[in-house]
């Protein structure tokens, strides 16, 4: 445990901020220092408080608690990311018996001295009822592999001396708050309190002091366990696993089993699918592999604060057989039993706290498979990292814990008020009503027009799209567009060769590791080459024919297996082109390879059918492109068009949009719009092709 701080770099800070207060600065940049350090605090877990005399609005003093928001990361945090509340008002409530959590909550909206701040921490009125001008609150790693043990006491003070307090678990809320400021009532002359089974709180008169006494005694704790597990590492634990030559495409297939598996329909009737994180380090692999694996996935959490993320016990898959049903029947035993537990878990503590509430879905979050790692899942992208952390730090965690005695976290009962209780349940978010939320679209040729139009369009509907493309520049530039308007977790690239059936495979097991799966595929990398059958060279024909064709079977062919496996059907939408029903000439090759492609679509609809997955065509006209992202296939045979019929590049746009019907000009998003409307499912559609042409009846489909 490092000590970080450093007072040039806070004087910096403070000048960085000139119109707030230093002290909060000060807090500011202690409580990043926090932050930043996993083995302290993990994705918003952890917070930190400061109280200050500020002028209020008539110019009066006011004392205010300043604590970090609810939900906030204390790694990034701002100034404004800390809430001011009325710390006089705040500290009243400390005269009540008891404080019911909906109260609780707003007595702490009503104490707010900004409306505009964020909703404060769920443990600000611990903070408030503390003395000290400053607290600081870790969940740390160290702490809890000290603190989650049947003889927890003994190892607390042999560890920490007896200048730490210890509280025994408390609920957080009010209770917590009350038994922690009672117990330094009590006990003045600790330098910091222990909650069992939850965390440390340490406190100072300076940001300094309250930070450093928090390293400190971490530290402790770090070195006393190193100590005492010093050559007494667990059995059976391979020092370095090898990986196997069919890792990867073992590991994707775990993924998508699991992925499948654990989809299911929501109380709104729809579909619920997760987002996929791996972690295939040693350190989980190895942890996959020892003899306490199916143990460290049976016990609880560390501390309470995880289990929204990552529910109260994990799944351990033991085995990954080569036979793909096999592999779904161990996925389902040991998903239905963890179901199964869930529920009766839920059961019994309604019964016996007499409480009516709805259940949350009984679903896993966190997997551990024999000789591969972890899997965890989430409805978000984020959720699903964040459960990934949590639990790879959880797992190491415990595993050091057995080796110092008996791990032991805390009971279901306990657990239950913690998962149930609504200010936890409101760190999750609302899950985005979004239309194609919980999709993985995957578009071929994602570094051109036609490709960032049907991606733009995917994100706005709430799906996570992976681009793919052979030309690497290409595609991180619209990669980059994407992501700066999305946001960098929903949009990612793979490269692969859509000629080449292995590039394909690779690029699909790359895709899996890093989300789960494919829900949505759409070919749409084509080149196009501008030459009457006469001049048409043979080696053009199959270069046009390997990308349009065989780049579209290719990766239809890779996808049915991944379709398969996960049961949960899908979409295939081909982008197909107006010159399928109505060719031109010189464009022999274009044509006829497209043609093709549409056939195989057809094929595949009707192969596909039988596992619930889809196959459309879209039929766009002209898409141009803008200056951002231009089309290549109209870069190639723009000047040749402009050529042959005498008009510049505006009077050849606007060629194209008075021949149709309608007299629309086609954009990228329009095929965008109709990739969306076939990848949600609002009609029972397949096999069907969707002219985006402004109305041409030469190309009406027949
Ligand atoms: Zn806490």
Redesign the pocket.
């Known amino acids: 445990m490092k000590n970080l701080f450093r007072e040039n770099e806070a004087r910096r800070l403070v000048r960085k901020f000139p119109s707030y207060p230093e002290e909060l600065i000060l807090r500011l940049y202690t409580s990043r220092l926090i932050g930043i350090d996993q083995t302290l605090v993990l994705h918003g877990g952890?917070n930190t408080s400061v109280k200050l005399k500020v002028k209020n609005i008539v110019g009066e003093d006011q004392e205010v608690l300043f604590v970090k928001g609810s939900g906030g990361d204390l790694a990034t945090i701002e100034p404004d990311g800390f809430v001011g509340l009325d710390l006089s008002g705040l500290r009243k409530l400390r005269r009540l018996g008891h404080l019911p959590d909906e109260e609780m909550e707003n007595q702490l909206l009503v104490h707010k001295i900004s409306a505009r701040s964020p909703d404060p921490s769920v443990?600000a009125l611990l903070h408030a009822f503390l003395p000290h001008r400053l607290v600081d609150?870790t969940?740390a790693d160290a702490i809890l592999i000290l603190t989650n043990q049947k003889r927890a006491n003994d190892f607390v003070r042999e560890a920490l001396g007896s200048k730490v307090g210890i509280v025994p678990y408390l609920p957080?809320g009010f209770a917590l708050a009350k038994g922690v400021a009672e117990f330094y009532k009590r006990n003045p002359e600790v330098e910091a309190i222990v909650v069992l089974n939850?965390?440390i709180f340490t406190f100072g008169e300076s940001a300094r002091l309250s930070y450093e006494t928090m390293i400190r005694y971490v530290g402790k704790a770090e070195a006393y366990i190193k100590n005492k597990i010093k050559g007494k590492l667990l059995v059976n634990l391979p020092s370095k696993p090898v990986r196997t030559k069919d890792f990867a495409s073992s590991l994707a297939r775990v993924c998508q089993v699991i992925r499948g598996v654990c989809a299911h329909r929501g109380h709104d009737g729809r579909m619920r699918r997760f987002y996929a994180e791996i972690r295939d380090g040693d350190e989980m692999r190895k942890a996959s592999l020892g003899r306490e694996a199916k143990e460290i996935c049976q016990s609880g959490v560390l501390?309470p604060?995880h289990v929204i993320w990552t529910k109260n016990r994990a799944v351990y898959i033991e085995d990954i057989p080569k036979d793909d049903a096999l592999l779904r029947q161990i996925v389902e035993r040991r998903v239905n039993e963890f179901k199964v537990s869930y529920g009766k878990y839920f059961k019994s503590q309604v019964a016996e706290k007499k409480v009516k509430c709805q259940p949350l879905d009984p679903y896993p979050r966190i997997f551990l498979v024999k000789g591969v790692g972890l899997v965890a899942l989430g409805f978000t992208r984020k959720a699903a990292q964040i459960a990934a952390d949590i639990a790879e730090h959880a797992m190491q965690a415990k595993l050091l814990a057995m080796i110092l005695g008996k791990y032991a976290p805390i009971s279901d009962s306990h657990m239950f008020d913690m998962e149930y209780w609504s200010l936890q349940q409101k760190k999750l978010g609302k899950i985005s009503p979004a239309l194609l939320q919980g999709q993985i679209a995957v578009i071929t040729g994602g570094g051109g027009a036609i490709g960032l139009g049907i991606a733009d369009r995917l994100l706005a509907a709430g799906a996570v799209v992976v681009l793919s493309d052979i030309d690497e520049p290409r595609l991180e530039k619209v990669h980059s567009l994407l992501a700066k308007k999305y946001g960098a977790q929903q949009i990612d690239r793979v490269v692969f060769d859509v000629t080449d059936y292995t590039s394909v495979e690779k690029g699909f097991i790359e895709i899996s590791r890093r989300l789960g799966g494919i829900d949505l595929l759409v070919p749409n990398a084509g080149i196009a080459h501008v030459a009457k059958i006469e001049d048409l060279l043979p080696e053009t024909l199959d270069k046009v024919v390997g990308v349009n064709l065989k780049g579209t079977f290719n990766v239809i062919k890779a996808s049915v297996p991944i379709f398969r496996r996960q049961g949960t059907g899908g979409n295939i939408v081909v982008v197909s082109s107006k010159n399928v029903f109505d060719p031109g000439a010189a464009f022999g090759a274009y044509s006829a390879s497209k043609a093709g492609a549409h056939q195989m679509a057809k094929i595949a609809a009707l192969e596909l059918a039988e596992f619930g997955v889809r196959v459309n065509m879209v039929n766009p006209d002209a898409v141009f492109g803008d200056e951002q992202v231009s089309s290549r296939l109209w870069d190639l045979i723009g000047p040749e068009r402009m050529k042959s019929r005498g008009l510049d590049p505006e009077g050849l746009r606007e060629y194209y949009r008075q021949r149709s019907l309608l007299k629309i000009s086609v954009t990228a998003e329009h095929v965008g719009n109709a990739v969306v409307f076939f990848a949600s499912e609002q009609t029972p559609t397949t096999g069907a092709t969707l002219p985006i042409d402004g109305g041409i009846p030469a190309a009406f489909p027949r």
């Open positions: 952890g443990e609150h969940h957080s939850h965390g501390t604060d």
